[in-house]
């Protein structure tokens, strides 16, 4: 069965970085695209990067372009989000996803930027 692991969130300061990994098993990792969403509190789901199959393309949101660089590695099965120049407003629970016919989720992985 499908199964996404999160992992690599914390607490950081504002400027800081991280970078969160997303561990894949269940299905054959080099033909999907994988997404990473992030949810705030109140607030709605909300994408943040994608990378197609073969990580050849890449697209982020508005808000985290410059700063924030998705990548993937098929031979490890595992996608991943380098967050640089964090701010307190990047502060959510980070999802990583799939879709196959549906979509699948991870737990999620928690990143607070706070000083």
């Known amino acids: 069965h499908v199964q996404l692991v999160e992992s690599g969130g914390g607490l950081v300061q504002p400027g800081g970085s991280l970078r969160l990994s997303c561990a894949a098993s269940?299905?054959?990792?080099?033909?999907?695209a994988m997404w990473w969403f992030r949810q705030a509190p109140g607030k709605e789901r909300e994408l943040v990067a994608?990378?197609?199959?073969?990580?050849?393309?890449?697209n982020y949101a508005d808000s985290v372009k410059g700063r924030f660089t998705i990548s993937r590695d098929n031979a490890k099965n595992t996608v991943y989000l380098q967050m640089n120049s964090l701010k307190p407003e990047d502060t959510a629970v980070y999802y990583c996803?799939?879709?196959?016919?549906?979509?699948?989720w991870g737990q999620g992985t928690q990143v607070t930027v706070s000083s």
């Open positions: 996803n799939v879709i196959i016919t549906i979509p699948y």
């Open positions: 269940g299905f054959t990792f080099s033909m999907y």
């Open positions: 994608t990378i197609t199959s073969a990580g050849g393309v890449t």
